[in-house]
């Protein structure tokens, strides 16, 4: 038993993970801009073939409304744009800088999310913490023979944070000295290590990879 916290330093971009993802051979899946504030004129933003949930919801209308703006943590509209903008392969593209984020922009974040997710913005999440009505799955134990192991990942933004594209180096080492903080109070079979990327040896490197809980290859694919 144990745990690992190598998320903090993997930043996974979920939507450009695909191969091409629609666009055509025509166009690089990578555009030339280097930084959101190259981002000046719309019409050159998305070549044809380009599929992502943000050039189908990204209007000209919306853009001029929004391109100056930054949401209540300073991260800029074009900051949550400028991934999808940069990678033409992305299968959403938009990325909340904060959570205000998603009332700031709200114009592109509720149509980009119905478009998703299918919920509308009139639609409401329910929130039941109770394990008591959970049912469990049936499972026999031919299958469960065929287990060798199971892992289950959590995923959680602190509040008081940025979220990805918004959050400082600082802010990451903070957030990690709270979790590290958080999960050293835990005992019995919740209790584990933690494995810091930056600094850590050859020999538990290896030990990880091989237990499956580290990547052979670790990059950020984020922008």
């Not at 919306?62 to 943590?73: R, S, T, V």
């Not at 509209?77 to 938009?94: A, E, M, P, Q, V």
């Not at 299918?118 to 008591?132: E, Q, R």
């Amino acid at each position: 038993p144990g745990y690992n916290c190598l998320f903090f330093f993997l930043t996974i971009d979920m939507g450009n993970c695909g191969s091409n993802d629609g666009v055509s051979d025509a166009h690089k899946k990578v555009s030339s801009y280097k930084s959101a504030e190259e981002l000046t004129d719309f019409d050159k933003f998305f070549p044809a073939g380009t599929t992502s949930s943000l050039s189908k919801n990204l209007t000209k209308e919306i853009w001029e409304e929004y391109k100056d703006q930054k949401d209540d943590e300073g991260v800029s509209f074009k900051i949550c744009c400028f991934s999808g903008i940069k990678n033409l392969d992305s299968g959403i593209g938009l990325y909340a800088g904060s959570h205000s984020s998603y009332t700031k922009f709200n114009k592109l974040f509720d149509k980009v999310i119905q478009d998703y997710h299918k919920h509308s913005p009139s639609d409401k999440h329910v929130s039941d913490m109770n394990a008591d009505g959970l049912e469990n799955a049936d499972f026999s134990e031919e299958d469960s023979a065929m287990v060798n192991s199971t892992r289950i990942r959590v995923g959680r933004n602190l509040a008081g944070y940025p979220l990805g594209p918004g959050v400082t180096k600082e802010q990451r080492l903070e957030i990690m000295d709270k979790v590290v903080q958080a999960c050293n109070t835990f005992e019995g079979d919740l209790k584990g290590k933690f494995y810091p990327l930056e600094g850590m040896s050859k020999e538990d490197q290896k030990q990880l990879i091989d237990d499956h809980f580290l990547f052979k290859q670790v990059q950020s694919i984020y922008f």
